[in-house]
C-alpha cells in the first residue's frame, strides 16, 4: 500500500522561503526507473506541475518557478524535497506531490498522467502574501 504524505506548508511574506517535504511509505523514491513531481493547484484551477525529477536526477521546472524552486531526493528520507525560494503570491495553492508508477515518468505538463499512472499524496497548502 503507497502513501505519500506532504508536510512543510505554510503561510509566508512575498519574497520569503518555504522547503515542502513528501514523505513515501511503500515506494522507495530514489530508484532509477521511477520519477517524482510537484504539482500545484489553485482555488478554481487545475492542478498544474511544478517540477519533476527522474530516475537518473533529471529535474525540468514549470517557467515560472525556474530559478527559484529545486526538487531534489532525501534518500536517507526517503522524501522528496521541494525548496522554494522568493516566493510570490501566485506560488499560493495546494502543492500534491506525485509518483510514477515504475518503469513510466507522465509528462509533467499533463496531471491526468500521472492520475493513470502514478500516485498522489493529500497535499499541502502554501499561502504567499
Known amino acids: 500500500h503507497v502513501q505519500l504524505v506532504e508536510s512543510g506548508g505554510g503561510s509566508v511574506q512575498a519574497g520569503g522561503s518555504l522547503t515542502l517535504s513528501c514523505t513515501a511509505y511503500?515506494?522507495?523514491?530514489?530508484?532509477?526507473?521511477?520519477?517524482m513531481a510537484w504539482f500545484r493547484q489553485a482555488p478554481g484551477e487545475e492542478r498544474k506541475g511544478v517540477a519533476k525529477?527522474?530516475?537518473?536526477?533529471?529535474?525540468i521546472y514549470e517557467n515560472s518557478v525556474k530559478g527559484r524552486f529545486t526538487i531534489s531526493r532525501d534518500n536517507a528520507r526517503n522524501t522528496l524535497l521541494l525548496h522554494m525560494t522568493d516566493l510570490k503570491p501566485g506560488d499560493s495553492g495546494t502543492y500534491y506531490c506525485?509518483?510514477?508508477?515504475?518503469?513510466?515518468?507522465?509528462?509533467?505538463?499533463?496531471?491526468?498522467?500521472?492520475?493513470?499512472?502514478?500516485?498522489w499524496g493529500r497535499g499541502t497548502q502554501v499561502t504567499v502574501s
Open positions: 506525485a509518483g510514477a508508477y515504475e518503469w513510466t515518468c507522465p509528462q509533467l505538463k499533463s496531471a491526468s498522467q500521472w492520475s493513470q499512472s502514478g500516485y
Open positions: 511503500g515506494y522507495t523514491v530514489n530508484e532509477p526507473t521511477k520519477c
Open positions: 525529477i527522474d530516475g537518473s536526477d533529471s529535474t
